[in-house]
């Protein structure tokens, strides 16, 4: 088995002058490549999205401690975990299909969105010198729609119909929240130095995605673990061969090799 934080493809045979032009991490051609595409127009979409974000929680947030009730406690909880489950899920879902599918060359989405993945997999921790903005601007624009939408009904809803939909919006809330840290969450679970106390507890205690746990996706050919935000649903997943089976099903639909795009990026060597 390969080492942890490995390429993203078989290992290859290199001569020693390529295999020191081919070495994992920010010295890697491909990485550098792929570090020079994040544009400015880039960084603008994740400011904007970051703080129309952030506004629309905190007023969401404020507006859901105003209708609390003691009696709506356990429907809040099973939301809680609810929440959590199903944005386990979605991240892996994600996770999979941009690191599986797809390419850097694609019109809009390809250096917006999938050059990250392929970066990751070749300079794993160069998501640790990605500030908060560029950490977490993706997961952002994602979840602003369902956070006007919640927004919305605050401004327009009775009080009593907001009671109704109470246990439903927070476990709407809760999803979105998971969603929105989930990069975040992928970044403390590759940083092994300077933590805050809290954050190494939640992953002791298998809260949020372990550092441990997430180094499995990271073995050569990064084809498993791929749920990122608790890490919950990765074993299940695994037993029934949900992400192999996927990508035979579409393999066998398209013709589509399963990361091919990323090994291209691996095997860059100038």
Known sequence: MAGAEDWPGQQLELDEDEASCCRWGAQHAGARELAALYSPGKRLQEWCSVILCFSLIAHNLVHLLLLARWEHTPLVILGVVAGALIADFLSGLVHWGADTWGSVELPIVGKAFIRPFREHHIDP??????????????????????????????????????????????????????????????????????????????????????????????????????????????????????????????????????????????????
């Open 125 to 270: 921790t160069a998501i640790t010198r990605h500030d908060f903005i560029e950490t977490n601007g993706d997961n952002c624009l994602v979840t602003l729609l369902p956070l006007l939408n919640m927004a919305y009904k605050f401004r327009t809803h009775s009080p009593d119909a907001l009671e109704q939909l109470y246990p439903w919006e927070c476990f709407v809330f809760c999803l979105i929240i998971f969603g929105t840290f989930t990069n975040q969450i992928h970044k403390w679970s590759h940083t092994y130095f300077g933590l805050p106390r809290w954050v190494t507890l939640l992953q002791d205690w298998h809260v949020i995605l372990p550092r441990k746990h997430h180094r499995i996706h990271h073995v050569s050919p990064h084809e498993t673990y791929f749920c990122i935000t608790t890490g919950w649903l990765n074993y299940p997943l695994e037993k029934i061969g949900f992400w192999r089976r996927l990508e035979d099903l579409i393999q066998g639909l398209t013709g589509e090799k399963p990361r091919a795009d990323d090994m291209k990026w691996a095997q860059k060597i100038k």
